[in-house]
């Protein structure tokens, strides 16, 4: 049978200020929903009127699956793409599960709930509050908490025999050939043995490559198939060419009936460092680009795709080849990057943890959340090219004792679960993060005359209170860390468009700081910067900045709604001449 997915659209909303719902059995399939509030899904809930812009606190949705959607035979699964804070979920009255974290999919199985004739009633209970056990495990966290389903919800149906991953990556890469390694999972999740056999369909340029492998699986069971192929003369991914290719597995059965397919885009490429260097397919690389969030004016964090890939082309334009983020983002980000030549850093929401030098308690319950997250998204996004880095955290304790540890734990997990990428973590330049022994990419966020010592109030002090004093902190590190690249992962000033002059939070300030920094970054030789930020954002309300006291970020190049500031000339001319 063929695979086939139904969006979920038709959700209603219930505000639950005080935490009712669970105790009035909210839950239950009879529970008269008619005074909910009809809901825009996916959308985050701050944008259901102004009486909702900033609510942290608890939400209801509930939603009919219709008869006709339901088939006994099928696997079932309904399919969250992101929901916003601690989630619960009822089908029919019954309990489903629960799921922790705002940024990655999470599914549950319908099949033995389902009512082929009747109503079928899926619920969803959100808490989006901010709690320091979770993550992203700061005493306060910087970006909004969007609250609600923020991505679709899909029911999706297949046999209950099917491939439930597939993996390519490339193993060697020469101009000649390649050699990629293919992984499968087969789940068996029917009650009969499966014996059959896997066809594997690639189509490179104008020749077919095609492998078949047998199949035995036990009941409720599941095994996994690995095998490589050799590609020759396929296109390599690169920046300026980001060729992408389609694997076809195809499961059938002992009478060469298909039992289920799947279609996975891939690029061939690697992402290696040698000595202080990076190098993409081989070739040294510095890395340029922009931290961005992925909000985007009135749409908050749901925004369509033709308007992220109209997003994601202006910053390509500025010759940036690479964007950072605070925490997973959904995948149509990762979709564009890769059919375009954009590199991504994608980061566990771990950020301001164990604050340095606050002397924050450890809470080991953070680690194994942020463990949790960093496995899905190797598992959700592991074929995607762009992708050429996970990082472990921004800005937190990792030179402390318990930081140490936990850090190392996660580079050796990232390291077992994907050793194809590179891997790092943030800090903001203070010494003593000695796990640095075991990541690839030495990360620093710098903010000197902002946050760091001696704060710049007018232009003139630009070169010694920050050009100087980066430059000097950079080269400081590459000597410590010789055999590494060092990537500044932020610098920045904020701006407020149409502001001129002088002094702080003028365009003229911010475009003299991404000068000044600049040019410590090509004098201290290393071998990457990424401006802090794109665009303007919103912080969360109760986040208060030590000099901006309004909940804004003004970093951006662009404003929130990406109308241009002064600075994208400027930082596009420094990204594109002599380098």
């Not at 597939?166 to 060697?172: A, G, I, L, Y």
């Not at 690995?226 to 980001?242: D, H, I, K, M, T």
């Not at 762009?386 to 472990?392: A, F, G, K, L, R």
């Amino acid at each position: 049978m063929q695979r086939h997915t139904i969006e979920l659209k038709d959700w209603r909303f219930q505000i639950d200020h005080d935490e009712i719902g669970e105790s009035k059995v909210w839950f239950n399939s009879d529970y008269d929903r008619s005074g909910w509030t009809v809901a825009e899904v996916p959308r985050a809930w701050d944008f259901y009127g102004e009486h909702f812009r900033g609510y942290e606190g608890v939400g209801w949705f509930a939603a009919e699956i219709k008869s006709e959607y339901i088939h006994p035979e099928l696997l079932q699964k309904i399919v969250f793409d992101s929901v916003s804070g601690y989630s619960k979920v009822w089908i029919n009255g019954s309990y489903l599960g629960d799921n922790l974290g705002s940024y990655l999919p999470f599914e549950f199985d319908l099949s033995p709930f389902l009512q082929k004739d009747g109503s079928n009633v899926i619920v969803l209970r959100t808490d989006n509050r901010h709690k320091e056990e979770w993550l992203p495990g700061g005493p306060i966290v910087e970006w909004v908490q969007y609250g609600g389903i923020l991505q679709k919800v899909t029911l999706q149906s297949s046999s209950k025999q099917y491939l439930s991953s597939v993996r390519v990556h490339t193993e060697q890469l020469t101009v000649e050939k390649a050699i990629l390694l293919c992984e499968t999972e087969i789940r068996n999740q029917s009650g009969l043995h499966l014996e059959g056999k896997l066809q594997i369909d690639l189509l490179i340029e104008d020749r077919s490559l095609s492998s078949e492998h047998a199949v035995s699986c036990k009941p409720n069971d599941s095994i996994r198939i690995r095998f490589e192929l050799e590609v020759q003369g396929a296109e390599q991914w690169s920046l300026e060419n980001p060729t992408l290719y389609t694997l076809n597995a195809i499961l059938k059965d002992m009478h060469e009936s298909v039992i289920d397919e799947r279609c996975q885009r891939f690029g061939i490429r690697t992402i290696q460092t040698s000595g202080n260097q990076v190098l993409l397919n081989g070739k040294p690389i510095m890395l340029k680009g922009f931290n961005r969030y992925d909000e985007y004016g009135d749409y908050g964090p749901t925004v369509p795709a033709s308007i992220i890939r109209e997003d994601l082309l202006n910053i390509k334009k500025t010759g940036a080849n690479l964007i950072r983020v605070h925490y997973p983002q959904s995948t149509v980000h990762l979709d564009i990057m890769d059919e375009i030549g954009l590199l991504y850093m994608s980061e566990v929401p771990l950020n301001w943890w164990l604050a340095e030098g606050a002397g924050r308690t450890f809470i080991p319950e953070v680690v194994d959340k942020a463990e949790k997250v960093l496995e899905g998204m190797i598992d959700r996004d592991w074929n995607h090219p762009c992708i050429i880095c996970w990082s472990m955290s921004n800005e937190s304790g990792t030179n402390s004792e318990d930081g140490i540890v936990s850090v190392r734990r996660l580079l050796r997990r990232a390291r077992e679960l994907d050793p194809t990428r590179l891997l790092t973590f943030v800090t903001i330049g203070s010494p003593g993060h000695v796990a640095f022994e075991e990541a690839d990419l030495v990360c620093v966020n710098l903010y000197y005359g902002l946050f760091h010592e001696q704060q710049v109030i007018d232009i003139s002090d630009m070169d010694e209170l920050v050009r100087l004093k980066t430059e000097r902190h950079l080269i400081a590190t590459a000597n410590e860390y010789a055999d590494k690249p060092i990537i500044l992962t932020e610098f920045g000033a904020p701006s407020i468009a149409g502001q001129e002059g002088s002094h702080r939070f003028t365009e003229t300030f911010q475009i003299a700081y991404l000068e000044h920094v600049w040019q410590a970054v090509i004098q201290s030789g290393i071998q990457g910067a990424v401006v802090w930020s794109w665009a303007d954002y919103r912080h969360r309300g109760e986040f208060i900045g030590a000099w901006w006291k309004i909940p804004f970020g003004h970093y951006g190049v662009v404003t929130i709604d990406r109308k241009e500031k002064k600075s994208l000339q400027a930082i596009t001319k420094l990204f594109t001449e002599g380098c």
